[in-house]
């Protein structure tokens, strides 16, 4: 598949679309160290990954959902959601938090920081894609102390989110996008 190819057919594929079978470690270390080739200003390196297999999994889904009970009213509290945690672990073959590592304050502003990460995480779903496996970036519930508590980061990191690894048992269908030509002025 040429690259083209591959970033055209790139999706998100849900943990609900896993098999809960797993992806070989070897297939994970590869797509981390093609997001460890990320361009980044000033050589920062501003990524970290923490990794979320086995039983860890489940330690990840039991945080989320306890958080997810303590913060949300009894009347609006939803027991499929706080199930929703656990399914997620247990269909996913691999879960990674996406961190951000401030290394020198004001050296590279924040903004140019966040977009070496997002290019990590591209490289890294990329990987993963052209192997046959699938992932999905999720942000939900990650910007808080208490994951930050969980995932013992130093007071200069952050959670970016949460990236699902699994083996799709579905064919994820080809998105359609706007047309180019509404979002390129030549100047």
């Known amino acids: 598949m040429s690259i083209s190819e591959l970033i055209r057919s790139r ?7 896993y098999s809960g079978e797993k992806v070989p470690d070897e297939i994970i270390l590869e797509a981390l160290e093609n997001a460890n080739c990320a361009p980044n200003h000033g050589k920062t390196e501003p990524w970290r990954f923490i990794l979320f297999k086995d ?10 959902a306890d958080l997810y009970k303590m913060t949300t009213a009894p009347d609006l509290f939803k027991s499929a959601k706080y199930q929703k945690f656990f399914d997620k672990a247990n269909n996913s073959s691999h879960i990674i938090a996406i961190v951000h590592h401030r290394n020198e304050p004001n050296k590279i502003p924040l903004i140019e920081e966040y977009e070496a990460i997002g290019c990590a ?18 942000t939900g519930g990650v910007y808080n102390e208490e994951m930050k508590t969980f995932l013992k980061l ?3 990191q952050n959670c970016f989110g ?16 706007g047309a180019l030509q509404d979002k ?4």
Do not use: C, M
Not at 57 to 62: N, P, R, W
Not at 122 to 137: A, D, E, P, R, V
Not at 162 to 177: A, C, W
């Open 154 to 156: 130093a007071p200069n």
């Open 162 to 177: 949460l990236f699902y690894i699994g083996v799709p048992n579905v064919t994820p269908k080809p998105k359609e996008r």
């Open 55 to 64: 039983e860890s999994l489940l330690k990840l889904a039991q945080f989320q």
């Open 184 to 187: 390129v002025k030549w100047f």
């Open 11 to 17: 999706r998100s594929v849900y943990p609900n679309q």
């Open 121 to 138: 995480v591209q490289n890294f779903h990329l990987t993963i894609s052209s192997k046959g496996y699938g992932g999905y970036w999720s």
